[in-house]
């Protein structure tokens, strides 16, 4: 199962809005409403930023969004402030033995 | 609060059996609702699911890692286990343990919350 593919790097000011995509195939991002988003900083566990697509848990701001189109989901971060600087991760189910199939990530730069 | 916490060497030799456990606390893993994963990273590169089991006991894993993979649930500890068997330098990476959301039984791709994660080096 190949990994979700992203830009490996996205940038934006403080203020400004930024949307990182995530493109995977039928099998997966296309085939299923799992598609789940994680923000890293360095030396951190992930966090859950997004899930089944476009919820966001508890505590999370609503400055981060989510949308899927086709083969493609799509993380939205509004209003871009300096601690969203770090990597962001999708995820999704994939309906065949892997189950569960990762993008590369890209890093985000707030400038 | 759930809390997950890894726990196992850091240092494992090549051929050898890479075995980390999860404590997991403030949730029951015997309650259902959830599956307990274990996902990794290389050092400087993206995740790698590696598997998850239910509370009934069923696993699944990650083709590639199948064969060597095993995971297995402690319900009296409430923790769960992680054995890599035949370990090379490749597996070197920052294993974490993870809760999953399930709905009716299905894996819903909702990884949260995560363990700090550990560091597992391989090298003779």
């Known amino acids: 199962q190949s990994a979700l593919t992203q830009p490996p790097s996205a940038s934006g000011s403080p203020g400004q809005s930024v949307t990182i995509s995530c493109t995977g195939s039928?099998?997966?991002?296309?085939?299923?409403?799992?598609v789940s988003w994680y923000q890293q900083h360095p030396g951190k566990a992930p966090k859950l930023m997004i899930y089944e697509v476009s919820a966001r848990p508890s505590g999370v701001p609503d400055r981060f969004s989510g949308s899927k189109s086709g083969n493609t989901a799509s993380l939205t971060i509004s209003g871009l402030q300096t601690e969203d600087e770090a990597d962001y991760y999708c995820s999704s189910y994939v309906g065949s033995n892997n189950f569960v199939v990762f993008g590369g990530g890209t890093k985000l730069t707030v400038l | 609060q759930v809390q997950l916490q890894e726990s196992g060497p850091g240092l494992v030799k090549p051929s050898q059996t890479l075995s980390l456990t999860c404590t997991v606390s403030?949730?029951?893993?015997?309650?259902?609702?959830?599956?307990w994963s274990w996902i990794r990273q290389h050092p400087g590169k993206g995740l790698e699911w590696i598997g998850y089991?239910?509370?009934?006991?069923?696993?699944y894993y990650n083709q590639s890692l199948k064969s060597r993979s095993t995971i297995s649930l402690d319900r009296y500890k409430n923790q769960f286990s992680l054995n890599l068997t035949s370990v090379t330098a490749a597996d070197t990476a920052v294993y974490y343990c993870v809760r999953e959301k399930a709905i009716f039984g299905v894996a819903t791709n909702c990884f949260d919350p995560w363990g700090q994660g550990t560091l597992v080096t391989v090298s003779s």
């Open positions: 089991i239910y509370y009934n006991g069923n696993t």
């Open positions: 039928s099998s997966d991002v296309g085939g299923y409403d799992y």
């Open positions: 403030g949730a029951s893993i015997s309650g259902g609702g959830y599956y």
